[in-house]
């Protein structure tokens, strides 16, 4: 599937990396860290290959982000993901201060961002990124719905 419109460069690379999880046999999610256009760090889904159950795509582009930049605080970031982050991503994304999330597809069973448990509604949150969703909607949706047809 494609869009009307060219993807934003940022997700496009997100996608890339999402299929490049697929093919290592992970849930098929990328992410992608970008100040001022520039790509600082990015990941995919890692959780079998590393046995690390936080081997989020946006946690490993965080961390790459947060080394090329030499600070745990992004702030002026923004990230790209394909799929709307879970309360753990959610977490991350505002401790690390991202500015901007751009979110490809919605995810109404793990998502917390605008599904669950909404992690940057509650007054315990202390920074909120402005949020973007649906950008290259249609293709992570179809990317994870062929993942997971495939193994059924």
Do not use: N, S
């Given at each position: 599937m494609s869009t009307p419109f060219p993807l934003p460069q940022p997700m496009a690379?997100?996608?890339?990396?999402?299929?490049?999880?697929?093919?290592?046999?992970?849930?098929?999610?990328?992410?992608?860290?970008t100040r001022d256009g520039v790509i600082i760090g990015e990941g995919e889904n890692r959780n079998r290959r590393d046995s690390d159950p936080t081997a989020h795509a946006e946690v490993v582009a965080i961390r790459a982000a947060s080394v090329a930049l030499g600070d745990y605080r992004l702030t002026g970031c923004d990230l790209w993901v394909t799929l709307e982050p879970c309360a753990m991503c959610a977490g991350a994304i505002s401790h690390a201060r991202i500015a901007r999330l751009?979110?490809?597809?919605?995810?109404?069973?793990?998502?917390?961002?605008?599904?669950?448990?909404?992690?940057?509604?509650?007054?315990?949150?202390?920074?909120?990124?402005?949020?973007?969703s649906g950008i290259g909607e249609s293709e992570s949706s179809s990317l994870l719905r062929t993942f997971f047809a495939e193994r059924r």
């Open positions: 690379r997100a996608l890339d990396l999402a299929r490049r999880a697929a093919q290592a046999g992970e849930v098929p999610i990328g992410a992608v860290v751009y979110v490809g597809a919605a995810d109404p069973k793990g998502g917390a961002v605008e599904h669950g448990a909404r992690v940057f509604t509650h007054p315990q949150c202390h920074h909120r990124p402005e949020l973007y």
